[in-house]
């Protein structure tokens, strides 16, 4: 199969979503609906991946897709859901669950979130880091907020860490984006060549030299498992010899051919993260001959 080969990397899903929210915090613009979930809605139409509802629906159909998981560090982009923020059933105890949504903008190598959401004021910044859920602070730095309200909750849980539930990586494949439709009445040349499909979910990870999760790539098909293994040598310039690799990889950008690294030689390039990446993958290939 032969992708498309753009003039440049383009953006996953949650770079893109992480880039829209961060742009929120920075210009808090008003939101079709203002609370939490309506900060998420907006910037997930805006990133091109419309969902909508409550905090529960969202999480109910995330779920429902696969997404949610509950480690530790989460992308850019991810999803965050909480419990336990406000007494949301008005039932006066403390036992009320997904009661509030975030949205990851960028994650420290310590592993502390940096998010943004809509919190009674307005939209704000918010951190949080589960290594150590019960600490506000390390020394003169905030690592988890005060997230539940004032007079609601239990001592010693007002934190985000504390009130995590877990964690969603939308994925591109389940939730097309929106595409512009032709006004009405416009005419529509239907006899253009299709365009090849995009490069798998999962290429601008590897490209960067960050690492997969299983969960990114468990549904993609052998042709796409190829593209991806590939991809971690082209980063490095690796000398592709046979036609398939050179029509995949040669005409983008960010690939520079460098015939110092063959076969003989790649294993030197390779970092620890890359040769992770290409356990998974392969551990995913070895199923493509069953």
């Known amino acids: 199969m032969v992708f498309l080969l753009s003039t440049a990397l383009a953006n996953e899903p949650g770079d893109t979503i992480a880039e829209v929210a961060a742009q929120y915090l920075e210009e808090r613009p008003a939101l079709r609906i203002e609370a939490c979930n309506g900060l998420i809605e907006d910037v997930l139409r805006d990133a091109g991946y419309p969902m909508r509802g409550r905090v529960t629906t969202l ?3 995330m779920q429902a897709e696969g997404w949610l998981h509950q480690e530790p560090v989460p992308f850019p982009g991810d999803i965050v859901f909480f419990d336990l923020t406000y007494d949301s059933n008005g039932n006066g105890r ?10 990851v903008i960028d994650v420290d190598p310590d592993g ?11 939209i704000k910044p918010l951190t949080m880091n589960l290594h150590s859920p019960g600490q506000h602070l390390q020394g003169d730095r905030l690592i988890n907020s005060y997230l539940a309200a004032p007079s609601y909750g239990e001592p010693g849980r007002q934190l985000a860490g504390e009130l995590w539930r877990a964690f969603a990586t939308v994925d591109g494949e389940s939730v097309p984006p929106e595409v512009p439709q032709p ?24 490209v960067r030299g960050d690492a997969l999760r299983p969960r990114q790539v468990r549904r993609h098909s052998c042709e796409e498992l190829w593209y991806l293994r590939n991809a971690i040598f082209a980063r490095h310039g690796y000398a592709f010899r046979t036609p398939e690799a050179r029509t995949a990889f040669d005409a983008l950008d960010w690939y520079t051919r460098n015939e110092d690294v063959t076969a ?6 390779l970092t620890e993260t890359d040769r ?3 356990r998974l993958i392969q551990d995913l290939e070895a199923h493509c001959h069953d």
């Open 59 to 61: 999480y109910d159909d």
């Open 94 to 103: 403390a036992d009320d669950k997904l009661t509030h949504i975030a949205i």
């Open 112 to 122: 502390t979130v940096h998010m943004v959401h809509r919190a009674s004021s307005g």
């Open 183 to 206: 006004a009405r009445g416009a005419q529509v040349d239907r006899s253009a060549a299709p365009q090849p499909p995009p490069p798998p979910y999962g290429t601008a990870r590897v």
């Open 264 to 269: 003989q030689t790649a294993d030197a390039w």
């Open 276 to 278: 992770a990446n290409l």
